[in-house]
């Protein structure tokens, strides 16, 4: 039997990261309302995310089985998703069944500290898609969801665009932790889906400079058509002090760097989003690499940098990023390189593997 007639004979295809490189579609029960504010989403599209991938030195799930607790059981794929509304519980109120929504894909437990002091991305029980041991992703027909984890979108939004809230909701985050204010030169290092985005709401709060600096020219010119910002492309042969004078000096930016956003996780490019900054500058590492860099310690303290890690997103940040999707305060469109059929979703992984695209998406499970 082939994989796309075996699909339409099961409840629920789900695609099973089984091992390094190894992924199967296997069927799983349809979720049930448990509570009566859940929901049940019929999932539309789901995005490829670095995270899913091997890029660089950093390793993840698609080549490596994991990023830092490997997959022991096989797990269903996938955290960035969109989907419309076929079910919903008793006392559900803020969305209907047909509704189309873009999804948050983690669930907190509501008690601990973090979540009483509103830091519900900081739970340590919180319930990511996609996440070892135990918590399946979205790569699946049916989810099942908090009524208050789904957000309805405008009828004139593309389900494949809900896609992208889910990293739009990172680069809110990182601005918010940034406290760019109007008027800032905001340099951000790696011109991914994070570094695009990034670039997009920090021109939203107010930056007048956006500045992009990557190794790769290909991204680079589509940053500076997407986002009409200045970029460079960095020589991996200088080092960071060499790469910052260089910046600095093209741009004219001594003494006016306000915001590094370190959007790549390479350990080149935190030194230098360190040297870059001004006195008192802001610096957000949202970029995930190797879990021990060697940071220049003394600029940082000289300067007396405000530093920050971001981790997802917190309160308010995907309804902001809705409410600048649907007031098209930000275009998604652009940023979608491609969409695979569910029964093919690893060649997705292999082309963001491959550096191929800006957001590589997958479709869901057709009828």
Known sequence: MNTELLTTVMKNPSLFLAGPGTARIQDRP???ISDPHDVIVRVCFVGVCG????????????????????????LVMGHEA?????????????VKVGDRVAIEPGHPCRRCT????????????????????????????????????????????????????????????T?????IRPGDTVVII?????????GAVARIFGAHRVILLDIAGEKLRFAAEYLGAETRLLDMEASPEESSEAVLSQFDLHDRVDVVIEASGAEASVQLGIYLLRLGG??????????KLSIPMLALSEKELRVRGCFRYGAGDFALAVQLLD?????????????????????????????????????????
């Open 327 to 367: 007031r098209r305060m930000v275009d998604l469109k652009p940023l979608i390189s491609s969409v695979t059929p569910f029964e093919r979703a690893p060649e997705a992984w292999d082309k963001t593997g491959r550096g191929e695209g800006i957001k590589n998406l997958v479709q869901g499970v057709l009828d």
């Open 114 to 173: 973090a979540c009483k002091a509103g830091s519900y991305n900081l739970c340590p029980d919180i319930k990511f898609a996609s996440a070892p041991p135990d918590t399946h992703g979205l790569l699946t027909k049916f989810w099942k969801a908090p009524e208050d984890f789904v957000y309805k979108v405008s009828d004139e939004t593309g389900l494949d665009e809900e896609v992208l809230v889910e990293p739009l909701s990172v680069a809110v985050h």
């Open 30 to 32: 349809v979720p049930t």
């Open 190 to 198: 790696g011109s991914g889906t994070i570094g695009l985005l990034s």
């Open 175 to 179: 601005s918010r932790l940034a406290g």
């Open 82 to 94: 969109s989907g419309t509304i076929c079910a919903i519980g008793s006392a559900v109120t803020s």
């Open 282 to 291: 802001s610096y957000v590492q949202t970029g995930v690499g190797k879990p």
């Open 51 to 74: 995270s899913d991938v091997r890029r660089g030195d950093a390793v993840h799930f698609w080549k490596h089985g994991g990023i830092q607790t490997p997959v022991s059981d096989p």
